[in-house]
């Protein structure tokens, strides 16, 4: 009894806290983004969902049913929510050190879940990220990232030596290079590329030997002319067309630059306070692409300005620092390095994310953790922050 | 395995990490939200409005009795928001419009992305337009836009001066933007319908409407409502100039007629014409392009733009040189044996046989050369040119209607500027029977003659009849003119136009004999001009007959091409004319039977209209002597 007592004492309301509100504040602005524009019984649509004709002067308006069973991007954002929540709450119970114990297992399934979803993933928009369990799809992505930490840490937690050269190619070959190809095959270009990254920096914050550093960084840029064609060659048009909108402005072969330029728009327009709540126009006019999903922040932006962005900014910022001092004070390895690695990542999905909203980077549509709309990603990142929660929440047990 | 030390090394390291993104994420959010705020909110207001410009009614045109010249018609578009529609999407569309399935992949081709519809059909007759408004909530992609086009009533009668519409081109764009025309409108690109284009057209109003991004227009947030185009009154008479124009059957030429006293134009005539119906929103392309190689030139305004020998019409200048420089006197005669050696060359007159012995008004009745290669030798050509100056020739009319030729006036000096040459006096005496150097537009003869008609003042064009949108200078004529003839003792003179800066220096007296001897050229027996000759009405005028080669052929045996000019003028009734004209038939053969029958048709034309107001005129000069 006294250790659930003490347990909820030591409850981090901090994450849970900051989790709950962007996740609402993401449902607020989904629910605008997404909305829409009805003026004085004027009603139209141009969905595929709704079909309607209306026209202004006093015309009849024809609106055809939707079919009822589906629900609106914010109706299903909020049920993602709670089943976070759950989620949430259902991690705590457990004691992490299980998830070491069943690292191998968690790690080889979500695998073959990647390898799965490359043959009957739901196709969509050209990319099969999707497994369709029939009343909702979850992307294997947003698992793996998890099964991938908690591979990690459990790994290195096991190295008695010190991270060598060879260990390092070691860890990649192994753990790091089947999944990102899989993943950079969907394609989803921005998760393979974020594991990877989260990868370096592990291996990077992990004390690596400074010659060893030092080398790789040579040999990388040594080999980087030869690597990129190649790599180059690879990628998809689309996601060619992204990189050299974002190099130079006037190459914009299909209009990549368009979704940069509304996102700015989107922002910029927002001004100190914002047009308002439910004011916004580039979401429901349909201006800002993905206004839902990858360009969430410009949304919101555009309604609560420079001051809602600086909250939700503060917001992500709190949440990285506490994840890096759960990290730090840790009591154990592997509990530091799974925190350590939670928080880099979930850190580099904000920062690309943001940064591709405010035009710095670009745009390889990863979405913004908490906020954007997007149900495995919601809960994974749920999971996550139990985790982190979980992780600090026993450090205060000596005795386990 | 990590240690603390570690771990916290790598956590200061993350944090700071941390705090430098997001310490350049938020100065970019400030650079957009704060500095930049203001030019995104007005790009996000942009993207939101769609400005739809509202075609303003264009001004009607019409002629002096008020006779509607033109007419705005509806218009009907069918437009098509390009989508991915399937095939039977586009049968059934293709169906309803009655256009092919091909003809509507056709107009996709190019368009995948735009979000703007796309013309599908044009020129829809009302029953097509119900059709298609009572599916439209099938097709919500279709729609109907309604615009205007010009119908002008007349045909090609009149074209020339009314002109046409015509799709605004991107050089005029550059101004007329800041008037709001929008780039797809039709604009005035000819004739009356150009030169007070602006007047006619209204304001444009606008309706801003809120677009989403796919373009679907969902509120109008703003309308401002188009001002209404001014209607305009011309000085023309369309049935004269319907008349008139009908009677060049299918020959060339050019003709001008005018009232003497106001410069008004009653109608002026440039044969062969165009329909300017086929420039019309809708109708086949190409037609510039037929009408521009056409070898007969119909887009030439051969009254402004052709210049030509006037033949024996100019001498009447050769005749008021002699008379104002005391060279000759009415009384002075001539032997005219079938022409005169000058020279080691031989200028015939056109009567091989000679007129006998003439005084001025019989030579001028009966279009002696002779008489007039007598002045000519005596005056000289300077002489010569300096009346012909005076009465308006060399010089173009100031009405910048369209861009006029000027014509010739030859003199010594000329000839030494123009061609390097001395002149000859051989060649004056081509010059005095308007033959030679000496070349006239058909604006400018009839200037002329109105000149004589009224006692002496070239009168300014006028083409706008209507007083509220007169151009400023009309304006202060036309009070002039009204209060002048309130004056006192103004009714015994005829009626003069302008100021006058317009009086030509020739005495009282030369004017009067003229237009006694031009009474005679129609009135006379063996007057050259009796086709012009009227019932009940005095006219005068004479006849001009301009060679084009110079052979002995008698005209009607030529080819076409070789054939002579005919040339009339006339004024009528000769004491207080009341119109006076020009008429010009190209390669048309002898004047007197040519040219002038055309203008007796103008003349009937005027007067049958006119018989309520002549007889006022009578009344008015009743006690007037001549």
Known sequence: MSKIFDRLLHFDWLIFSIAIILSLLGILTIYSATRVPVYEGNIVSYGSEIITVSKGEGTTTVTSAISSFRLDFYERQIIWLLAGIVVFIGILFIDYQWLKRLAYILYCGSIILLIVVLFIGKKSMGASRWINLGFFSFQPTDLFKITFLIMMAAYLDDIKTKLTASVTFKIFFLFVLLPVLLIFKQPDLGSASIIFITFLCIILFYGAESRFIKMAIIIGLIS???????FWEHLKDYQKNRIQAFLSEEVDPAGIGYHIKQSKIAIGSGGVTGKGYLKGTQGPLKFLPERHTDFIFAAFTEEWGFLGATIVLTLYVLYLLRGFDIAGRSRDGFGRSLAFGITVLTGIYIFINLGMAVGLTPVVGVPLPFMSYGGSALVSNFAMAGILANIRMRRFEIFY | MISKEQIEGSVRAASIVCFILAGIILVRLFHLCVIEGETYRILAENNRQKVIPIEPHRGIIYDRNGIPLVKNV?????????????????YEISKLLGVSIDEIKEKF?????????????EGLSFEEVARIEARHSDFPNLSITTTSIRRYLYGSVG??????????????????????????????????????????????G????????????????????????????????????KAMEEAYKDMAGAFVVLKPDTGEVLALGSLPSFDPNKFSRGAPSGYWKELSENPRHPLLNRAFQSQYPPGSVFKIVTAIAGLEEGIIKPSTTVHCSGGITFGNRFYRCWKKEGHGIVDLKRAIVESCDVYFYEIGKKVGVDKIAKYANLLGLGRDSGLNFVSEKKGVVPSSEWKIQVMGQPWYPGETLSVSIGQGYVSTTPVQLAR?????????YIPKLQILKSKDIQKPEDEGESNSYRSKSLKEGQVTEPFFSVSNENKVNISEGTLKFIRDALTGVVNEPNGTGGAARLQDISVGGKTGTAQVISKAIDTHKLPNRFRDHAWFVAFAPTSNAEVAMSVFVEHGGHGGAVAAPIARIGLERYFKQDSVRTAEAEINTASQGD
């Open chain 1, 224 to 230: 980087l002319p030869f690597l990129w064609p190649v």
């Open chain 2, 74 to 90: 509806p218009y009907f578009v069918a437009v098509l928001r390009p989508d991915d529609y399937n095939d039977s999407e586009i």
């Open chain 2, 109 to 121: 081709k190019d368009k995948k992305f735009q979000i703007e519809p796309v013309v599908i059909k």
């Open chain 2, 159 to 204: 074209s020339h001066l009314i002109g046409y519409l015509g799709r605004v081109t991107e050089e005029q764009l550059k101004t007329l933007k800041a008037e709001g025309v929008p780039p797809d409108a039709f604009i005035g690109q000819w004739g009356v319908e150009r030169i007070y284009d602006k007047i006619l057209r209204g304001i444009y």
């Open chain 2, 206 to 241: 606008k309706k801003i409407v809120e677009v989403d991004a796919l373009g679907h227009e969902l509120r109008v947030l703003k309308e401002v409502p188009p001002k209404k185009g001014e209607d305009i009154t011309l000085t023309i008479d369309i049935e004269i100039q």
């Open chain 2, 448 to 456: 002329l003659i109105a000149a004589i008609a009224n006692g002496g």
